[in-house]
């Protein structure tokens, strides 16, 4: 999509290059190369200085062009091609199309009209290896046209990268000859080139997660990137013999106002594609969180509150993507229409008056549809969800319905017609994930909700949220639909369940419509969402209790997914409190639902057993007390004789003596029990007894026992429990070597018993995410390494020696520590926030040996780059921290390490 019709100025030209004086110096040098490096090298210099001074980049790109057709010229004539056969020498690919940024590959083509060239071999490689040697970055082919008539018939890249060829040096018109050999005469009629780049392009999104809203996406190939564009114009050049954007216009292809909007999207991208290759020195096309930050600041944005110049920088390349998208798929349709369907039969099936099915794809029975009935604009939508064979809309009628997209105002927000489409389309019985995204992508969803139309391409820069805001919207709200179908009973076999009984799933699409929606604002995002969610559900006559239901899901959608992983799920008071907040089973069944579809559809990496089981955990034990009565609590006695009761029975299944586990109980407090459910309990009492851990033995090797967390989920957590006497560092050194084993803690509970044995249970997960599962030889490396380690503490490195992942290292947030006593408990509740770094938990908790302090429970969370842990702590008196001057030196102590954690990870680097 690039017309290389730029007049570049004399000016310009001269500065770049003088010829005439160039030539003459070479002909006086001793060596040519010095001289052409530092003509590049001012050339260069200049061309940035031009960038910088904001020259129209379309100059810019095509003066470097010139300058490098230039120098090219001038290499080869200064070797003699008179000997047959007769040679030319052709620019192929982007450097054909004239397309040539400052760091791009510049691709040749030495064309003969003979195989035999023999005769040119010498100048052949002194003309290339001059050009490596002064810097070039030079792709090369040498071929005859035949050679290349037969390579193009069989290559795709190959007969798209001849297409746009043009001549350096050309005296004897080969470059001509190699047109007609290559024309839709002799090979790839445009039917079947369309269709082989239609299969190219789906490729090449696959490679990119079919998204353009990737956290570090490729300029080039990414969807909506400039490949996209290259795309339209090869399909252009193939069928009508033009890659000129302008001349679709006279073909009716393109309006002006779309031609303008491509040309304005393209400039965009060519800008920071030209950033992007000085700022790294290369033809770097990926936008990297190294060099975001970056680019925001060198385009001038700033930071305010609550947007990061680095996010506003990349929404504004999402938004300009997503332009393109939307154009490429208007122009895709229409060659579809014009060249693979040409052919087919026109079969028109009538829906009303101002809708029919043309060969299954929606489209308006006139031009002034939208025009004379403005809520057609959402009725086309709304008919896209009614019927399975609907395939989606005409070019023309996405056209006509882009032209008409200013309709939709503040009155016709109000306008009770539009309203009611609105619900029908959140009522879809079919296809409404798909048609929401159509509705963005086409403009009208952000129109009709304004506020929604703030967060499109909103990105927020860390490694927790996969997707921009908007994205990750709509795929909340296909998780929320996909939890109805059949094959997701075993993946989310509760929100299924769940899914069934939901009277109104309208309710919970608004919630997910919403639930993010106060992104970007600055303040709680929550409480911004629940007040446009309530404007909403008047606006569209919804009654009170389905308004407070939507609204209350907005405001504590994240309250499910925080309670289950920070707080003790074992402790009766925090599963009380959470059900008081729930109210009863209704509210408790859509917040489980929207809080696993919001999980999933943040980072495809968040979800696994763990998180799976610690939600169901705290799904199951909320039910049932909201089922028994909220004022029903159980006391504490009785509970605790419940679950003995009931692992004895687990016990006497497995045939272990009964009495033997009396006795090792007689040692342990009410806390064990009430920390850990009866399955644990009988594995960890029958582990100890048959490994014959007598108490009174002088010394022993720790027990180590491992389980699946899960064994029906292929990503469950593992737990790994060790039974060994209690000594100072014993934690701090598990800790360690856990670490060292390359596995991730999830969840740590440390018992005491009365008689001087540590009875501790963690929960880990392999770094990828996964569960140590069944494999017999990682088990036994685990299990030996602790045992080894922990009978030889000495034995054990400092600290994780591994490096930081390259996204991880562009993160660095301040450390925040907090301490707080609850009436009630008999711990000190410390909370770390902190950036993420190999070994940093061990650090931690290092630095709590240091302080005397010992860990009774602890909750390790990652999001992303983000650690957020918890660990339940008493002083070396077993109490509570009270002074309040010892708690502030434990924060300044751990605020100190995090931040020398960080120092050392950025010198290692």
Known sequence: MNELSHSISDDIKQQLFDKRQFVHQLQSSLSPIPLYKELRNNAITQLNTWFSEELDIEILIAANTWFI??????????????????????????????????????????LLDSEDYRSHQANIESFLTLLWDIGLK?????????ECANQAREDLTIITNMMESRSLHDPDNLHHQLERAISIQYMWPSKEY??????????????????????????KGSPGGIRDLHMLGWIAQRHYGTHNPRELVELNFLTQSEYEQLVKCRAFLWRIRWALHSLTGRGEDRLL???????????GYVDHEGSLAVEQFMQSYFRNVLIVGQMKDIILQHFDDEILDADSNREIIPINSRFQLHNQYLEVTHDNVFEEHPPALLELFMLMTQAREIIGTKAETIRLLRENRHKVDAGFRKDPRCTKLFLQILQAPYNLSITLRRMSRYGILGRYLPEYGRIIGQMQFDLFHTYTV?????????????????????TYPIASKIAEDIRKPELLIVAGLYHDIGKGRGGDHSQLGAVDAGIFCRRHGLRRVDTKLITWLVQEHLTFSMTAQKKDLSDPDIIHDFARKMGNINNLNHLYLLTVADINATNPSLWNGWRSSLLQQLYSA????????????????????????ETLELLNQQDVDQQQANQLWKHLDDDYFSRHDPHEIAWQTQGIIENGKQHEAPHYSPLILTRETDTDHEHSGSQLFIYARDRINLFADTVNAIAQLHLSIQDARIITSTDGYSLDTYTVLEEDGSAIGDDLERIKQIKGYLQQNLENPEQLPDAVQRRTPRQLRHFARPPRITISNMPGIKRTLLEVKATDRPGILAKIVKTFVELELQVHDAKVATFGEKLEDSFFLTDKFNLPISDPDFAESICETLREVL????????IRH
């Open 470 to 490: 908007d994205a990750h919207t709509q795929l909340l709200i296909k998780h929320l639909r996909s939890f109805s179908y059949e094959e997701n009973q075993q």
């Open 289 to 299: 969180f190294d060099h975001q930050r970056s680019l925001a600041e060198q385009f």
């Open 69 to 110: 057709d230039e120098l090219l010229t001038t290499v080869w004539q200064q070797l003699d091609w008179s000997a047959p056969p007769k040679i030319s020498l052709l620019a192929v690919g982007g450097f054909g199309r004239g397309e040539l940024h400052i760091g791009s590959d510049i691709d040749i083509l030495i």
């Open 899 to 906: 931040k020398q954690a960080s120092e050392e990870d950025v």
């Open 622 to 645: 909320t039910r049932h007390v909201l089922e028994n009565g909220i004022e029903n609590m159980p006391d504490s006695s009785e509970r605790i004789i419940d679950i003995q009761e």
């Open 138 to 146: 030079v792709g090369s082919s040498v071929r005859s046209i035949n």
């Open 194 to 219: 369309l269709q082989a780049k239609f299969r190219e392009q789906k490729a090449r999104h696959k490679k990119f997660a079919d998204t353009e809203y990737s956290l570090e996406p490729n300029i």
